[in-house]
């Protein structure tokens, strides 16, 4: 079955410029250790008033999205699917790496667009923390990098269809498994494993002043011992094997709910 021309869920120019800003202003907020410049022994203090902003800007995104853009069918989809991310999630919970979430994530993305895949990466997190209990300052982090995670699968090329399409999916899967996961350590590198000092070479953690290079390389150990190696390859190797097993099926019934909404909303024009 060919993927539609085009999403279910088109972006205007204004959604587009929000998106852009808030995914600018989230990495900004993800990347800032590898980007600040101290002098040798100054404190340093994590940006959680950028933390506090995270929220509002997520917020601000879903809104602007949301305006116009869903009708009722959609919106419904939306709640649905975000409902059975959080169920898969709470199920797997993460042990070995195993997180269901994610495979309904690309798909959805695929299927309705960037658009939907960044609202259904923040709704389904945030679901999921209500659940399971989880809401705590990581939320934010998580719930816009998933947010990333589904947009960039409604960014995959629309013209790919039958076992190219699935190829590419799966690829992006992993892509995506490993992504989250290194920018995750990113946000919390710093604040679970303190700052290091001048001298202390064989430390993991962040060193304010040394080289963008020195940084990167502490960070890269440090996520590959404690994510990359286990969580994060487990959360691949999940993705993967979702995709293949229910991925057709999975992607011909959203196919049908997004032929009718646009059906739909034409109609209703």
Known sequence: MNPPSASAVPLSGRSVAVLTAASVAGLMMLVWPLLLRVPDGARVDP???????????????LAEVSEGGMDARVLAILGVLSAVNALMRALGAG?????????LLILGGRVFGPGFGFVLG???LFASALLTAGVGPWLPYQMLCSAWVGMGAGLLPRRLTGRAELAALIGYGVFAAYAFGIL???SGWPLLTGFAVSGDPGALSFMPG???LENLHRFAIYTLLTSTAGWDTGRAITNSIAL????????????????????????AG
């Open 47 to 61: 940006p959680f008033l950028f933390l506090a902003l995270l929220p509002v800007v997520i917020v601000v995104v």
């Open 95 to 103: 042990t070995a790496g195993i997180e269901l979430v994610f495979f």
């Open 122 to 124: 923040c709704t389904s």
């Open 184 to 186: 995750m350590n990113l």
């Open 210 to 212: 040394a080289p963008l």
């Open 244 to 267: 293949v097993v229910l991925g057709p099926a999975v992607l011909a019934t959203l196919r049908r709910f997004s032929r009718r909404a646009r059906v739909t909303r034409v109609r």
